[in-house]
């Protein structure tokens, strides 16, 4: 039986991202009906600890639109990292209410090949994505309205809990290959 060793590293590479600013105003309002529509379908029972649709949304209006966008996105992402050529598929994409110090435990999307998040909004106050693998003190991208971010699936991350008002609105999914 050959034994296998885990051996942990320090990170010694930057964390790429890939990140565009979609400025989708109809579809953001169409998102968010949804979204309110839907309530909490996972009872705080996911890694995220605030309100989330079902897992497959993809045929709700303003989901539908985000869809077609992540999709042309990862396969011109995957050229850009891999300078590989592949058929894309969404393997899920749900939408999320944040309030006030609600979180998202820290984990990872494998063995998805792209994972993203796209706010619709960014409350004053409200927590970015974070990434714990970011060197000693993690890394938080800080929101921006309209800011989709793409990142690799087997990256951990998390939301930390912060004070704002309102809600912070936002969308994720995984990519994988299409068979």
């Not at 169409?30 to 309530?39: A, C, L, M, S, T």
């Not at 992402?77 to 899920?92: E, F, W």
Request: aromatic residues 12%.
């Amino acid at each position: 039986m050959i034994e296998i060793k885990r051996k942990d590293l320090p990170l010694t590479s930057f964390l790429t991202t890939f990140e565009c600013i979609l400025n989708k105003p109809e579809m953001n309002k169409q998102i968010k009906k949804v979204i309110d529509k839907y309530g909490d379908r996972q009872n705080h029972k996911t890694n995220v600890k605030a309100q989330m649709t079902e897992w497959k949304m993809w045929h709700e209006p303003g989901f539908k639109e985000l869809a077609d966008i992540v999709l042309d996105i990862s396969k011109k992402i995957s050229v850009a990292k891999y300078n590989r050529s592949i058929n894309v598929q969404l393997d899920n994409l749900w939408g999320m209410k944040y309030k006030s110090e609600e979180i998202a435990i820290d984990h990872d999307h494998w063995p998805s090949i792209w994972s993203f998040a796209y706010y619709l909004n960014a409350p004053k106050g409200a927590s970015g994505l974070f990434f714990s693998e970011a060197g000693e003190q993690g890394a938080e991208r800080k929101l921006e309205p309209g800011l989709l971010v793409f990142f690799e699936g087997h990256v951990k991350h998390a939301v930390r809990p912060s004070k704002f008002k309102g809600y912070r609105y936002v969308v994720s999914g995984n990519i994988k290959e299409k068979n």
